[in-house]
């Protein structure tokens, strides 16, 4: 690959973390389409969106260049950030400009499927999913209208699990367990209920994975 220009690396560098979502001039951006590092969204914004590659390239660092210094989660007034529910912040952005930020992440991680897998799926989990679990399964719970968990606000939130590609979510209603598993299934996720061990079998949780077929 071409050498990025310092400029180049600056836009790759202050891609939003979670959708990839990029900022530059028209030029700048069509470079880098070029390089297969980005693309373009074909619907209304026609927003610029990083790649695969474009991600490790932000994530790795450019062949031959110093890898970028490791940052710290992206916090609402950093950037989009899928609600985890594990937030301890009040959140900066609500209501109607919240739901148009969710819109468009989602749009941009449906665009990705699009693009990266290999027989153009929408409906099923790219790689990129499955590298990042617990913010893609966020943002699927919140593209569908699943309430996160926040200060003094019940919802549901999203864990890591040791499992190898699998999450936890936890909801403190059944109903609402139910609503995050129906919502994780219609996004491509495959979900299975279980019963906390540590709760006697009265509190359960949804163990969800990125579909593959």
Same mark, same amino acid.
Do not use: I
């Given at each position: 690959m071409k050498p990025l220009t310092a400029a180049q690396r600056r836009i790759v560098e202050?891609?939003?973390?979670e959708t990839g979502r990029l900022s530059g001039t028209e030029a700048q951006l069509t470079a880098l389409v070029r390089a297969r590092l980005a693309f373009r969204h074909p619907r209304p914004p026609h927003a610029w969106f990083l790649t695969p590659a474009g991600h490790r390239v932000r994530e790795e660092g450019t062949p031959g260049a110093a890898a970028p210094e490791p940052s710290p989660a992206p916090t609402a007034s950093e950037g989009f950030a899928a609600r985890t529910g594990a937030e301890t912040a009040p959140h900066a952005v609500e209501g109607p400009a919240r739901a +148009?930020?969710?819109?468009? !992440?989602? &749009?941009g991680l449906v665009e990705l499927r699009r693009m990266t897998n290999a027989d153009g799926a929408r409906d099923r989990p790219c790689a990129w999913e499955r590298t990042h679990l617990? +913010?893609?399964?966020?943002? !699927?719970? &919140?593209?569908a209208g699943c309430r996160p968990a926040g200060p003094g606000t019940e919802g549901y939130r999203v864990d890591a699990t040791p499992q190898p590609e699998a999450v936890a979510v936890r909801e403190p209603t059944q109903e609402g367990l139910r609503a995050c598993g129906a919502a994780l299934e219609r996004a491509g996720w495959q979900v299975s209920e279980h019963a906390e061990p540590r709760a006697g079998g009265r509190s359960r949780y949804v163990l969800a994975s990125p579909r593959r077929k």
């Open positions: 202050a891609a939003d973390p +148009r930020e969710v819109r468009s !992440a989602w &749009e617990v +913010r893609a399964a966020a943002l !699927a719970l &919140e593209a």
